[in-house]
């Protein structure tokens, strides 16, 4: 059994009365895909094997109580049907967030306790929010017999952080989360939400990130200014093609033609949109070809796309690419996210991740002065209900 399942059962079995639903939730990487959701294209995330256990339970009180065994403040509890309000912790915020949306919706729940606690590195970009979002919904949804979907739960998941918690994300996050997959991707298409999994069940392949603990200061406005220039270019696009609605509609040649129509940087902004939608859809082959290495290569082009056309990359991200295109097994390598600081994603061989790990960070080192933390992933399940476990097999 998972120690952590264990840890989790023991430690609710101390705070809280009665016999808990535990629910597994998992972080989320992005394969490729980045800043094509808000213009309706395509990602392509994946569940990692990096996760948070919940223990869950009705408490017959019009309460919630919450304990995080995590975070520096770990109790927080407040009267069910309170007209809720940002609590100032932060974590709260995320499972208020769910607990406000489905009283919108009419869903009909009662007071509960849970108990959580995991591996997913806060801060990292790996979508802890999510993995609180998503396993308390699931964990609801079961006790209280709620019959909410998996879309759904990603739906409100995603409405929680934009309407409460103030996050403007998309969806991909909780969609990863819902619906994740062993030893597969998720191609989804932001606009109409299908999705289709793809095989990745590759075992000599692990994901390798690395965090320059660059917190990313500029993102939120550079990524309003982004969505203002992707809205610029089409607007000047839709004065020659009028049904167009966003860049999903754009095809390449039609941007070529009104290049000069457009200030350079609107042009460099759309370019690379229309380059990373197709290169999601090309890496999705790749894998159906079992074809590792040119998914690796589409990895490489979406981050000098990010770095030269979207311009949301920066100097750490920059070194810790360039630090893998010399390594013998490393097959793909790009940042990850909103940019400006976070994570780079890698794909590396398993049986060199120590010495590309030991490698990148003396590149790194050399370079700028600093360390960098790294994480090792798997490509593992999305949100699951689990067994229960009695007091006596939770034990150490």
Request: proline share 4%; with cysteine.
């Amino acid at each position: 059994m998972d120690p952590l399942i264990k840890h989790i059962q023991k430690e609710f079995n101390t705070h809280f009365p009665g016999n808990p639903t535990l629910i597994y939730s998992p972080g989320r990487v992005n394969l490729i895909g980045e800043h094509t959701d808000y213009n309706d294209g395509f990602v392509l995330p994946a569940a990692i094997n990096k996760r948070i256990i919940l223990a869950i339970a009705p408490n017959g009180l019009d309460k919630i109580r919450l304990y995080a065994r995590d975070m520096d403040q770990k109790h927080y509890v407040t009267d069910l049907n309170n007209n809720h309000q940002q609590t100032g912790m932060h974590w709260p915020d995320y499972v208020l967030g769910v607990i406000d949306q489905l009283q919108k919706r009419g869903n009909t729940i009662e007071g509960f306790d849970c108990l959580f606690g995991g591996d997913i590195p806060i801060g990292a970009g790996l979508s802890s929010s999510a993995a609180l979002e998503g396993g308390v919904l699931a964990g609801l949804n079961h006790i209280f017999n709620l019959e909410i979907n998996r879309v759904e739960m990603a739906e409100i998941g995603q409405q929680a952080e934009n309407q409460f918690v103030g996050v403007q994300c998309g969806i991909m996050d909780q969609f990863a989360n819902q619906l994740g997959k062993s030893e597969s991707a998720i191609k989804l298409d932001c606009r109409s939400l299908e999705f289709t999994h793809y095989p990745f069940d590759r075992d000599d392949v692990s994901i390798l990130l690395f965090d320059t603990k660059v917190r990313r200061e500029l993102a939120t406005s550079e990524y309003n200014v982004r969505r203002k220039q992707c809205e610029e270019g089409v607007k000047i696009l839709q004065k020659f093609k009028p049904s167009i609605k966003n860049l999903r509609d754009v095809e390449g040649h039609l941007l070529e033609k009104h290049r000069t129509d457009m200030p350079e940087l609107v042009y460099n902004r759309c370019r690379y949109v229309l380059d990373e939608n197709r290169r999601v859809l090309e890496a999705c082959q790749h894998l159906s070809d079992g074809d590792i290495q040119s998914f690796g290569g589409k990895m490489y082009a979406s981050h000098y796309g990010l770095r030269d056309l979207y311009e949301v990359s920066c100097r750490e991200l920059d070194v810790l690419v360039d630090a893998t295109e010399p390594l013998d097994g490393v097959l793909g390598s790009r940042m990850m996210g909103g940019g400006f600081g976070g994570c780079t994603i890698n794909l590396v061989l398993e049986s060199e991740v120590e010495p590309i790990a030991t490698r990148v960070k003396e590149f790194y080192i050399h370079e700028l002065g600093k360390p960098v933390d790294y994480y090792i992933a798997k490509i593992g399940k999305g949100t699951s209900v689990l067994e229960y476990f009695a007091a006596d097999e939770s034990s150490d």
